[in-house]
């Protein structure tokens, strides 16, 4: 079921939802940690394996992490450093499991670098092919993440 379909399905229900604002309580207020969910960082971790420059297994974290820094505004000059977060790199590792063990990447171990599959290729696809926010915003951790290849690349070349 998508948005729409739900909505209107609430709508046409009838069920209304009733909300004392006399006890708002800290503990259900968003924080960082609802940033760092599994299908977002499976999707964008998808998203780097599709890219030309395959990162190598154990650079995910980080660089999911300063990707997300990269690309959205909330985190630019934060002093949180996503791409340094502990929290993120656990979470980016049960996502790398559960990519794997549902066949859409591969971990060849001559390489240490991450393969996208067909089927992965076909998720990922389907995610920026549609016109929504998400696809908004996985384009732009893309270019992010291209930015931060070459950026790395220069630094390299400098050296």
Not at 82 to 89: I, Q, Y
Request: proline residues 2%; charged residues 25%.
């Amino acid at each position: 079921m998508n948005f729409d379909k739900f909505f209107e399905s609430i709508s046409e229900s009838g069920a209304e939802l009733h909300f004392d604002k006399s006890e708002t309580n800290k503990s259900h207020f968003l924080n960082n940690e609802a940033l760092f969910q599994l299908p977002l960082i499976s999707l964008i971790i998808l998203l780097l394996a599709k890219d030309r420059r395959k990162p190598r297994v154990s650079e995910i974290g980080q660089l999911v992490g300063e990707s997300i820094e990269a690309s959205m505004s909330g985190f630019k000059g934060s002093a949180q450093h996503v791409g340094w977060s502990a929290n993120l790199r656990v979470r980016t590792v049960k996502a790398i499991s559960f990519l794997e063990y549902s066949l859409l990447i591969e971990i060849p171990n001559n390489k240490g670098k991450i393969k996208i599959t067909e089927l992965g290729k076909r998720v990922i696809n389907r995610a920026l092919d549609q016109e929504d926010t998400l696809s908004y915003n996985l384009a732009e951790i893309s270019t992010a993440y291209r930015n931060l290849c070459v950026s790395k690349q220069l630094d390299m070349e400098l050296e």
